[in-house]
């Protein structure tokens, strides 16, 4: 954490089910959420939802993933399923499930147009978002992170595993990453970033996490404590409150560079 936009280390959300097995349907999977879930109707469009077990609600909550991917967020269950989301892609019905939904489920999404300046100057006053979810290729901020080199550097551990399994991947930063990112000041606002990996389909759903915190903003080896960290009250902060970002992005596993 020695870089100049150091960062708190952040879990990239593991654990849970895996990929549908080859040769499953998507009607096999219908069958399957009836038995599993008889209470609850997934014939929705494709969006974000949050799924009551005890209810069977479903209560869509935004069109976050289009017509490509569906998150369900549980809630409401036993340990197996309550608070965690399940990521599906819609053309083939395969699946991951995250093992938690907390750097997404309650995210302010961002416009398009929000960027690393937009996110450190809302660090530095307070204002803004305390959680934030930027998404997508078009989004300024998931653009430029694309051309990082620590994306890149993910990427390639990713593309060294089997790409059927998620997986994730604790990035470095410190000196090495001012170098290694040098004019991307994507990058260096991020520093050090975890990611994670769902595939599902023939795409995998990306997801980088890094938070902004008085700690991981101080140049001070001494002072890099937690306890020197400035909590939000409500959604309020004040000037180094500490704020959140999850980067999110699907693609196709032919088309990952």
Same mark, same amino acid.
């Given at each position: 954490?020695?870089?100049?936009?150091?960062?708190?280390?952040?879990?990239? =959300?593991?654990?849970?089910? =895996?990929?549908?097995? @080859?040769?499953?349907?998507?009607?096999?999977?219908?069958?399957?959420? !009836?038995?599993? @879930?008889?209470?609850?109707? &997934?014939?929705?469009?494709?969006?974000?939802? %949050?799924?009551?077990?005890?209810?069977? $609600? /479903?209560?869509? %909550? #935004?069109?976050?993933?289009?017509?490509?991917?569906? &998150?369900?967020?549980?809630?409401?269950?036993? !340990?197996? @399923?309550? =608070?965690?989301?399940?990521?599906?892609?819609?053309?083939?019905?395969?699946? $991951?499930?995250?093992? #938690? #939904?907390?750097?997404?489920?309650?995210?302010? *999404?961002?416009?398009?147009?929000?960027?690393?300046? +937009?996110?450190y100057d809302e660090f530095l006053s307070g204002g803004g978002p305390e959680n934030s979810l930027l998404v997508g290729q078009e989004?300024?901020? /998931?653009?430029?992170?694309?051309?990082? +080199?620590?994306?890149?550097?993910?990427?390639?551990?990713?593309? =060294?595993?089997?790409?059927?399994?998620?997986?994730?991947?604790?990035?470095?930063?410190?000196?090495?990453?001012?170098?290694?990112?040098?004019t991307n000041m994507q990058g260096q606002f991020m520093g050090k970033t975890n990611f994670s990996f769902y595939p599902v389909g023939n795409r995998v759903v990306i997801m980088a996490f890094d938070s902004k915190s008085a700690? #991981?903003?101080?140049?001070?080896?001494?002072?890099?404590?937690?306890?020197?960290?400035?909590? *939000?009250?409500?959604?309020?902060?004040?000037?180094?409150?500490?704020? *959140? $970002?999850?980067?999110?992005?699907?693609?196709?596993?032919?088309?990952?560079?």
């Amino acid at each position: 954490m020695g870089d100049f936009f150091a960062q708190m280390r952040l879990s990239g =959300g593991g654990g849970g089910g =895996g990929s549908t097995p @080859f040769g499953e349907t998507q009607a096999y999977r219908d069958i399957m959420a !009836a038995i599993y @879930f008889p209470n609850i109707n &997934f014939s929705t469009p494709p969006n974000e939802y %949050v799924v009551d077990i005890n209810t069977g $609600q /479903v209560t869509q %909550v #935004s069109d976050l993933g289009g017509d490509e991917i569906d &998150f369900y967020h549980y809630v409401g269950g036993g !340990a197996s @399923f309550n =608070g965690k989301t399940r990521i599906v892609d819609r053309e083939t019905g395969e699946d $991951q499930w995250m093992n #938690s #939904s907390k750097n997404l489920k309650g995210y302010t *999404r961002r416009s398009n147009t929000t960027n690393w300046a +937009n996110l450190y100057d809302e660090f530095l006053s307070g204002g803004g978002p305390e959680n934030s979810l930027l998404v997508g290729q078009e989004n300024a901020a /998931v653009k430029q992170l694309m051309k990082t +080199n620590m994306y890149k550097t993910a990427i390639d551990y990713f593309q =060294g595993t089997s790409m059927n399994e998620k997986a994730s991947f604790s990035g470095m930063f410190g000196p090495l990453g001012i170098i290694l990112e040098n004019t991307n000041m994507q990058g260096q606002f991020m520093g050090k970033t975890n990611f994670s990996f769902y595939p599902v389909g023939n795409r995998v759903v990306i997801m980088a996490f890094d938070s902004k915190s008085a700690s #991981s903003y101080s140049l001070n080896p001494f002072n890099k404590s937690e306890s020197v960290n400035i909590p *939000r009250v409500n959604g309020v902060g004040v000037p180094e409150s500490t704020t *959140r $970002q999850t980067y999110l992005l699907w693609i196709n596993k032919n088309k990952m560079k």
